[in-house]
């Protein structure tokens, strides 16, 4: 067998098995929807104090809110491949 292709072929196996996709964990997007969802509940505030809503629609408001927030802090959590090719 040719040294050259046997060479060839252990550096092209060696490539493959180190390309292991990347894995993340973006904590980040938890403080920024975190945030985002701080606003709507302050929105939904505003809403209660002026009689638009009702008191049971904030508060059933405020509860889905709270739920999201850890809904999305948990999610972000999740380790997830990254995309290198950009």
Do not use: W
Request: some cysteine; glycine content about 2%.
């Amino acid at each position: 067998m040719n040294p050259f292709r046997l060479l060839s072929g252990i550096l092209i196996l060696l490539f493959f098995l180190d390309c292991a996709p990347e894995k993340e964990k973006n904590p980040k997007a938890c403080v920024e929807m975190a945030a985002v969802i701080e606003n709507l509940s302050q929105r939904h505030r505003v809403a209660y104090e002026s009689g638009q809503i009702t008191q049971e629609e904030y508060i059933s408001r405020r509860n889905d809110n709270e739920n999201l927030k850890i809904s999305f802090c948990l999610l972000s959590l999740v380790p997830v491949e990254r995309n290198t090719n950009f």
